[in-house]
């Protein structure tokens, strides 16, 4: 028997219409130099209305790229909205890439129009030279963009349209934005996501099951709106009626500080480095942050140390999540079971990488292919699949990465019979002494429980007898002088002991990825170059 359901495509433009007409007073704030600019989501969808228009005059149709290279502000959310219910694809442009990577995904992605702050010219001019694909570039704000050669001005190309716009009737499959992973390895890879996977992206992220946002929050997004789509919460705040807080440059932790106590946001989501120099900025400040009822990281672990600090300053614990630009990315959020009977075990869920949202399905596959149980124990590499999943990379099939169905994500470790995930590692980062396992993961997590230690990474390095060993680099907390002896003897007891590590460095920054996690390529090499200052200390005799 079949249902007799009404059918219609799930499109992006559903999500404006719907945003538009019923949470139409919600507002996105955007942070400026001199204050706040504020728009209810009913100007902001006219808006992209006035912008497709003006685009379709320009000659865009459907399929062309339209590059972003924005800060996160309300004109890169007209962009969102617009660009892909128009019928063309969004490609929202790393403002972090080196000018190599840069130009390359522009090129391989082949845009056609880039919408440019004109904060970010000069950096855009860099390959201004090797843009081959690029027909238009449209400045957004005011300042000098000759560097660029000829520019249209945003605000002026959409006042010459009027509002309204005949949203085509399109497959729900075709494409609508895509984004480029991070390239810590090799050309960055590019991954294209439908309406139809957005869609349904954007439904899980509004449930309690993952970020859960209602009309009365107001999100502070923070996580970059160039990488994955500022992990979907654009789309999801915009369907939810979630008013939105754009903080576009400012990022510094004594600047956020600053914003939550004047804007009140009540939820937000960024990476773990982000929330290490909030509470940092806040350690000197009287600051109210009380306006916060959740806050999720990801990108990278989140320290159990990280979590606790962060109950203790702002009266809620971080919630991790977990996924990649290829899964849309939401795919894993670490909500606490009801079965949590106590503030520690509730704490030992939130440690983990997170629970499986509905819509997504995890394996953890041995490395000779056996499907490993989900007991909690068996450690392998996590596959995943499910509708906002991506399936292959941008004229790149890359068939290592997918097989039978399945993506092979390269985090390794294990998940329990409750959907839990816990990653030990990356499959390039995971270190093998002797033979046996070390989790860069958990060590870095176990250093940064110090008090002393403000960050610290973990890389393996070549040993003689060992094949390979760990070297901790630290990041000593403000006014401390952590010694490598010291941070040994704090780990003495806490990992195994032949976990203990012979080789430190102290340093003042860790090098990061264009998204903030660690850069452990760049650790090697400057380890290489011997231009970490490595110190060895003696591991204490087993008492």
């Avoid at 090799?186 to 439904?203: A, C, E, I, N, Q």
């Avoid at 120099?277 to 990281?297: C, E, G, H, N, Q």
């Avoid at 393996?460 to 000593?476: F, G, I, S, Y």
Wanted: charged share 20%.
């Amino acid at each position: 028997m079949r249902s007799t359901m009404m059918d219609g495509p799930l499109l992006i433009s559903g999500i404006l219409r719907h945003g538009q007409s019923v949470y139409g007073e919600s507002e996105v704030v955007t942070v400026e130099t001199d204050g706040y600019r504020t728009a209810t989501f009913a100007e902001v969808a006219e808006r992209a209305e006035r912008l497709a228009s003006a685009l379709a005059r320009l000659g865009v149709r459907g399929d062309d790229r339209v590059g972003t290279f924005c800060w996160n502000n309300q004109t890169h959310l007209e962009a969102y909205l617009g660009v892909p219910s128009m019928g063309a694809i969004l490609h929202t442009l790393n403002i972090r890439l080196f000018p190599e990577q840069l130009a390359y995904v522009i090129d391989h992605a082949g845009d056609k129009v880039i919408i440019v702050d004109a904060s970010l010219v000069p950096v855009l001019a860099r390959v201004i030279d090797k843009l081959p694909t690029v027909q238009t570039i449209i400045v957004n704000g005011d300042g000098d963009a000759s560097a660029l050669g000829e520019t249209l001005r945003y605000d002026e190309l959409l006042a010459a349209e009027e509002p309204g716009y005949d949203w085509p009737d399109l497959d729900e499959r075709d494409a609508a934005a895509m984004c480029y992973t991070s390239g810590t390895t090799g050309d960055p890879k590019g991954v294209v996501y439908s309406h139809r996977s957005t869609y349904l992206h954007s439904m899980a992220v509004t449930s309690a099951a993952a970020v859960g946002m209602t009309e009365q929050d107001k999100l502070l997004v923070v996580v970059p709106m160039f990488h994955a789509n500022a992990w979907g919460t654009p789309y999801a705040a915009f369907m939810a009626g979630t008013d939105l807080l754009m903080p576009q440059m400012f990022l510094q932790g004594e600047s956020l500080v600053r914003i939550i106590a004047d804007q009140r946001p009540t939820m937000s989501c960024g990476v773990p480095t982000i929330w290490n120099d909030l509470l940092r900025a806040a350690a000197t400040s009287d600051a109210d942050l009380s306006s916060l009822r959740a806050v999720t990281a990801g990108g990278s672990a989140v320290p159990r140390a990280l979590i606790e600090a962060f109950q203790a300053r702002v009266g809620i614990p971080l919630t991790q999540g977990w996924g990649m630009t290829e899964t849309s990315p939401v795919a894993a959020v670490a909500v606490p079971p009801r079965q949590a009977a106590t503030a520690e075990e509730e704490l030992e869920y939130r440690t983990r990488a997170g629970r499986v949202v509905p819509g997504v399905e995890v394996r953890v596959v041995a490395p000779n292919g056996e499907i490993l149980p989900n007991d909690g124990g068996s450690v392998g590499e996590f596959e995943v699949r499910g509708p906002w999943i991506t399936a292959s990379y941008y004229k790149d099939p890359d068939p290592a990465r997918f097989h039978n169905g399945w993506l092979r994500t390269g985090d390794v470790g294990t998940l329990d019979g409750r959907g839990y995930m816990q990653i030990t590692d990356r499959t390039k980062d995971v270190i093998k002494s002797g033979g046996e396992w070390i989790s860069s993961v958990e060590l870095e997590n176990e250093v940064m429980a110090h008090p002393d230690v403000y960050e610290a990474a973990v890389v393996a390095v070549p040993d003689t007898k060992w094949q390979e060993r760990p070297l901790v680099v630290v990041v000593p907390a403000p006014g401390s002088t952590p010694t490598a002896q010291e941070l040994v003897e704090f780990l003495n007891g806490r990992v195994a002991r032949w976990w203990l590590p012979e080789r430190w460095a102290f340093v003042s920054e860790i090098p990061k990825t264009s998204v903030g996690k660690f850069d452990k390529k760049v650790l090697r090499a400057d380890h290489a170059a011997g231009e970490l200052g490595v110190v060895e200390v003696e591991i204490p005799p087993e008492t």
